[in-house]
C-alpha cells in the first residue's frame, strides 16, 4: 500500500504562486504573455485580377493536346479559340474563362476538362516615379507591396526620403494619397501592399 499522501488543494495553489513568482522574476518556466508585442498580421487587399487587353494566360484542355495553347488578350478582349473561334475574356477571371470554353467545347468534346493559367499580367500597373534609380510603370502581381516596385525600380537613390513615401490611389473614383515610412516597413510594423493603377512617387529628402 503506498504511504505518498495525495496534494491537496492548497498545496497546488502555492506550487502555482511560486512558478508564478519565478516567472516574474525572469526565471525559467512558461513564456511570458506576448500579446502586447504581436501585431495584426496584414493582409493583401483583395483586388480586381480580372484578365484585360495584352495580358497572357495558358489553356489546357485535359485529353486534348492539340488544344493546348497559350493566348495573348487582343486589343479588344478576346482570343480566337480552336473549334469554338472568338472569346471574349475582357473583365473575366481565369475560372470565369475556362468555364466559358468548357461550355463551348461541350458541342464538340465529351465533359471536356478546361483549365486556365495566367502568365503575365499586363493590363494592369502600378507606376512609380521620383527619387527611384529607373522610373515607370511595372506589371502588377498579386499581392504585390511597395519594397517590390521599389526593388523592380532598380531602388532608392541617395537622395530618396524614405520617410515620406507617396501613394495616390484611386478609389470609388476620387483620388486619394496616403504616406509610407520605409523605416515601419523595414521594422515590420507595415507592409504596404499596392494595387493596381497604384502611382508611388519618392520625394528628394530636405539637408
Same mark, same amino acid.
Given at each position: ?89 475582357? &473583365? +473575366? /477571371? @481565369? ?5 466559358? *470554353? %468548357? ?6 468534346? #465529351? ?43 532598380? &531602388? +532608392? /537613390? @541617395? ?5 515620406? *513615401? %507617396? ?6 473614383? #476620387? ?33
Amino acid at each position: 500500500m503506498c504511504s505518498c499522501s495525495k496534494p491537496t488543494l492548497r498545496t497546488n495553489r502555492l506550487g502555482l504562486w511560486l512558478l508564478c513568482g519565478a516567472l516574474l522574476w525572469g526565471g525559467p518556466g512558461c513564456p511570458a504573455e506576448t500579446s502586447q508585442v504581436l501585431r495584426d498580421v496584414e493582409r493583401p487587399p483583395i483586388v480586381d485580377l480580372s484578365l484585360g487587353p495584352a495580358d497572357v494566360f495558358e489553356v489546357r484542355v485535359y485529353g486534348e493536346p492539340e488544344l493546348n495553347n497559350t493566348y495573348r488578350v487582343s486589343p479588344e478582349g478576346a482570343i480566337d479559340f480552336p473549334l469554338i473561334g472568338r472569346v471574349t475574356v475582357k &473583365g +473575366l /477571371t @481565369a475560372g470565369q474563362v475556362a468555364e466559358t *470554353i %468548357r461550355e463551348r467545347l461541350q458541342s464538340f468534346i #465529351k465533359q471536356p476538362q478546361v483549365n486556365v493559367f495566367v502568365k503575365e499580367i499586363n493590363s494592369k500597373k502600378v507606376t512609380i516615379y521620383g527619387q527611384v534609380h529607373h522610373p515607370g510603370s511595372f506589371n502588377f502581381v498579386e499581392s504585390m507591396t511597395l519594397v517590390q516596385v521599389i526593388s523592380s525600380a532598380g &531602388g +532608392l /537613390t @541617395a537622395m530618396a526620403a524614405r520617410d515620406r *513615401i %507617396r501613394v495616390t490611389r484611386v478609389r470609388d473614383g #476620387k483620388s486619394d494619397s496616403f504616406t509610407v515610412n520605409l523605416r515601419d516597413v523595414s521594422e515590420g510594423k507595415s507592409t504596404s501592399f499596392l494595387q493596381p493603377g497604384d502611382e508611388i512617387f519618392v520625394p528628394e529628402r530636405v539637408f
